[in-house]
């Protein structure tokens, strides 16, 4: 399974974007008001950064509480973890997992083409492990008899 079937299941949503000069409380108000764990921060159509709930977590605790002034752009990952469409789900499931990663913008000849979360690629892997379950058992059960 590849990083373009779970787009696929996903459906064409866009991901949600910013930008990085934009005010961390409106990133903030989009994430509540959208119910996201991250916005995909992009600057002249380039991914620049990453914004999940972690960055806004850190940010509130360097600010004593507080996000003042403070720009997405001093509070978001500048280094996100990225894949293509044709990535293995497996090396997907290895690079967040070693890297504690949540969400990797999916990219495709330098332009987004979706984001997926450690949620998609668990689902994904728990569905496809239920159907090879499925599988084996209609296997077995339809198993030869030795009795002839």
Avoid at 6 to 13: A, F, Q, S, V, Y
Avoid at 39 to 62: N, S
Avoid at 82 to 105: G, K
Wanted: charge should be negative.
């Amino acid at each position: 399974m590849k990083v373009s079937d779970i787009l696929r299941i996903k459906g064409g949503n866009p991901p949600f974007t910013i930008e990085p000069y934009s005010p961390l409380v409106d990133a903030v108000q989009t994430m509540a008001d959208k119910d996201l764990g991250s916005l995909v921060v992009m600057e002249h159509d380039e991914l620049v950064g990453m914004l999940t709930f972690r960055e806004v977590i850190q940010a509130l605790m360097r600010n004593g509480g507080a996000l003042g002034e403070t720009t997405v752009r001093g509070a978001m990952d500048d280094h996100p973890l990225t894949c293509s469409p044709e990535t293995a789900l497996d090396e997907v499931r290895r690079m967040m997992i070693d890297s504690h990663a949540r969400y990797m913008p999916v990219i495709h000849s330098r332009q987004l083409v979706g984001v997926v979360s450690f949620y998609d690629v668990a689902k994904a892997v728990v569905d496809s492990q239920n159907f090879e379950n499925k599988m084996l058992k209609a296997y077995i059960k339809d198993w030869p008899s030795d009795k002839a």
